[in-house]
């Protein structure tokens, strides 16, 4: 059964930074595309970002291009989401999910970051 | 505001079928087969519902069913039942500058 349990949300500051993981298990890890998905209170679906498999390839959503940073670590089975310079809007749900072909297959039960003073 | 746009609420009985409309552009659900749905329950993670305009998941329902006519995706629900009440959303990719846009999602009730 594919888990993913992410972690490292809270409440942090304007222009502050943070760190997500998402640790993966029941699948093999390595072989997949993963992506961070948010969801601000009350809101829709918001595509973050994207990583291939051997970490050559990252996307990213236009709100947060140049601030955050996807990356992952296969021999830990762990995806990461780092976010700097975070604004209030970017308080959110934060969902890791498997990633096929642009469609996002399992999610993990999200953790809430709040960017507030 | 959302780039893909579906109505913000829809309606049915049980029984009945419903659709769920989601429009974009030729730079999006019109130019690619990679549209994809998702039911949300309030409070829990979203769920694949369709894939690649009308593939299913494994364990999904034939009750659900996607299409797609030009720029406009659809997401049908036959034999509404009350646990199908809940948000709906669309998601397309958008190309190799955007990568991947979402509807602003639909809530579905069942009456």
């Known amino acids: 059964e594919v888990r993913l349990v992410e972690t490292g949300g809270g409440l942090v500051q304007p222009g502050g930074s943070l760190r997500l993981s998402c640790a993966a298990s029941g699948f093999p890890f390595s072989d997949y595309w993963m992506s961070w998905v948010r969801q601000a209170p009350g809101k829709g679906l918001e595509w973050v970002a994207n990583?291939?498999?051997?970490?050559?390839?990252?996307y990213y959503g236009g709100s947060v291009k140049g601030r955050f940073t996807i990356s992952r670590d296969n021999a830990k089975n762990s995806l990461y989401l780092h976010m700097n310079s975070l604004r209030v809007e970017d308080t959110a749900v934060y969902y890791c999910a498997t990633t096929g072909a642009v469609r996002f297959d399992s999610w993990g039960q999200g953790i809430l970051v709040t960017v507030s003073s | 505001q959302s780039a893909l746009t579906q109505p913000a609420s829809v309606a049915g009985s049980p029984g009945q079928s419903i659709t769920i409309s989601c429009t974009g552009t030729s730079s999006d659900i019109g130019n690619y087969n990679l549209v994809s749905w998702y039911q949300q329950y309030p409070g829990k993670a979203p769920k694949l519902m369709i894939f690649?305009?009308?593939k299913r998941p494994s364990g999904v329902s034939n009750r659900f069913s996607g299409s797609k006519s030009g720029n406009t995706a659809s997401l049908t629900i036959s034999g509404l039942q009350a646990d199908d009440e809940a948000d709906y959303y669309c998601c397309s990719y958008a190309g190799t500058t955007i990568h991947v846009v979402f509807g602003g999602g639909t809530k579905l009730t069942v009456l």
């Open positions: 690649e305009v009308t």
């Open positions: 990583i291939k498999q051997d970490e050559t390839e990252q």
